[in-house]
């Protein structure tokens, strides 16, 4: 496979991963946002992506290459 193959076969399994987590304390704590990337691994739509994309998030939503979009979950984490 040339590297535009492997590019071709991969790039629709990329999704973005747009967070929302706490920062702060008492009358400090805020909501921030974050994004990040991952990948689709299964059929069953688990996703693999880095730690500190998901660390603290309290909502997550995932959005996929044709642009639609699901809220996630962590199921299972790694520091």
């Not at 921030?32 to 994309?53: A, E």
């Amino acid at each position: 496979m040339t590297p535009a193959d492997i590019y071709a076969k991969g790039y629709p399994s990329v999704v973005q991963i747009n967070v929302v987590a706490p920062q702060g304390s008492g009358r400090r704590l805020q909501q921030v946002s974050g994004t990040g990337t991952g990948i689709v691994i299964d059929s069953s739509g688990d996703i693999l992506t880095n730690y500190h994309v998901i660390d603290g998030a309290t909502n997550i939503e995932v959005v996929f290459d044709d642009g639609s979009s699901v809220t996630g979950s962590v199921v299972g984490s790694d520091k």
